[in-house]
């Protein structure tokens, strides 16, 4: 096309949105509300006229009359034009693609389905990779009404809608792991958790891990919590994989730090510590401290049975105590003392082993002079916003294959908000029958 016809081009499809928005010009004194819809259908016709223009070109391309077939790799012969509505960022628009007929094999396809990145519904790849956001941070039945209130042209059944969810989160799985930050001079910490699942066969674990950068000073707030730089993993697969996959990367990071030494914080459930020696051979390992509390609030209860404040007093010691010195006073003023009830003799019998089996987790002076955390609410709240608040609604109910895209989506995009997903678009469609 020579720059003199681009110019006819554009001239010509300005004239014709000219020509059916003249009469829409709001009149004077309009509401603003007018005055914005009016603003936002012209923005809407231009983008449909020149997305109509080029996708119509660049679908009736033809790679000349003969192209090797997809099934057989023999070479398939044009026939003619199909039409096809495609879903785009614009709405949907219909455009003709040549067709070609392999003969030895007798299957027939369009080669622009493939270069146009075309998905399921025949969606485009930034078609889907909206559809993909949406679907990963609110209900399928709800995308829709979503892209109505946002005001955008893009338009898909439900079916469809979910399909290209499905699709994009499968590449994206597929894809080599996103990696969205580098090596870090600050103390890297990481934390795995379960959380169930609802699905078909009956509850199923969800296995979640995040790996951040902890900060005491870092204020609660959306920047704060950004300067935390977390990184999400989840998974309906073996915990095995999903240890492997973080400790690597928590590895990657920690390379910059002093010693590469990650800190893996639990609060306490049988599998936090497992297994992770072939992954992060030098570690330290951290007790949840709020965790730790409950139990020093208990112990302080049956020591001083019906005297509130006396248990208090003795807890808040017994905190400062920890914080400051470690758990060694604690462990020996369980050892030294002698209940008179059988209540009380349970409770020293199971905390005394619960202290003395973790004690050398309770280092808080440690992590606290070398910035680790003292809690796991990060993996915590990475269970939350992964798994439970797009995954646990109301009514809802899996199967794990059609779960696992979901959280890869919901984990890649909590980790890299502004991720583009069209590099994770399905890349064609199935053939057309001939
Ligand atoms: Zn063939």
New binding site residues.
């Given amino acids: 096309m020579t720059p003199e016809e681009r110019h006819r081009h554009i001239r010509e499809l300005a004239e014709r949105v000219a020509a059916h928005l003249v009469d829409q010009w709001p009149q004077e004194g309009a509401h603003i509300n007018e005055l914005e819809d009016f603003a936002e259908r012209m923005g809407h016709s231009v983008q449909r006229e020149v997305s109509e223009r080029v996708l119509q070109d660049e679908a009736a391309r033809k790679e000349g009359n003969q192209c090797p ?1 997809p ?4 070479m ?1 012969t044009f026939q003619r034009y199909h039409w096809r509505t495609l879903v785009t960022a614009a709405g949907r628009q219909p455009v003709r693609r040549p067709y070609y007929l ?1 003969a ?4 027939g396809h369009c080669p622009a389905d493939r270069r146009l990145g075309l998905g399921p519904g025949h969606t485009t790849p930034t078609a889907q990779a909206r559809l993909a956001v949406l679907s990963a941070m609110e209900p399928y039945v709800q995308v829709a009404d979503l892209i109505f209130q946002l005001g955008l042209p893009l338009q898909l059944d439900l079916k469809s809608t979910e399909r290209v969810a499905q699709a994009v989160g499968a590449r994206l799985a597929a894809a080599a792991p996103v990696a969205p930050y580098g090596a870090t001079p600050r103390p890297v910490a990481l934390g795995f958790d379960g959380v169930m699942l609802r699905t078909w066969e009956g509850r199923k674990e969800i296995r979640v891990g995040v790996i951040y950068e902890p900060d005491r000073e870092a204020p609660r707030t959306p920047a704060g919590e950004a300067s935390l730089r977390k990184e999400y993993f989840a998974t309906t697969g073996s915990r095995e994989s999903l240890v492997a996959a973080v400790c690597a990367r928590a590895l990657e990071r920690a390379a910059g730090g002093v010693g590469g030494v990650v800190a893996v914080v639990g609060d306490g459930a049988a599998l936090d510590w497992v297994d992770l020696d072939p992954h992060l051979p030098r570690r330290v390992e951290i007790l949840d401290f709020y965790h730790v509390m409950e139990r020093v609030g208990e112990i302080g209860r049956a020591m001083h049975p019906g005297a509130a404040a006396a248990a208090g007093t003795w807890q808040a010691a017994m905190k400062k105590t920890l914080l400051e010195i470690g758990p060694w006073d604690l462990v020996r003023q369980l050892k030294a003392w002698q209940p008179e009830c059988a209540a009380g003799q349970e409770v020293r019998r199971v905390q005394l082993a619960y202290f003395q089996r973790q004690q050398e987790r309770m280092r808080y002076p440690a992590y606290l002079r070398r910035g680790f955390p003292l809690g796991s609410g990060a993996v915590e709240g990475a269970c939350k916003h992964v798994v439970v608040d797009r995954l646990r609604g109301s009514g809802m109910r899996w199967k794990l294959p059609t779960a696992e895209p979901v959280l890869q989506l919901r984990a890649a995009l909590l980790t890299q908000p502004r991720l583009d997903l069209r590099g994770y678009a399905a890349s064609h469609l199935p053939p057309v029958a001939a």
């Fill in positions: 077939c099934d057989c790799g023999k398939a392999c030895p094999c007798g299957k």
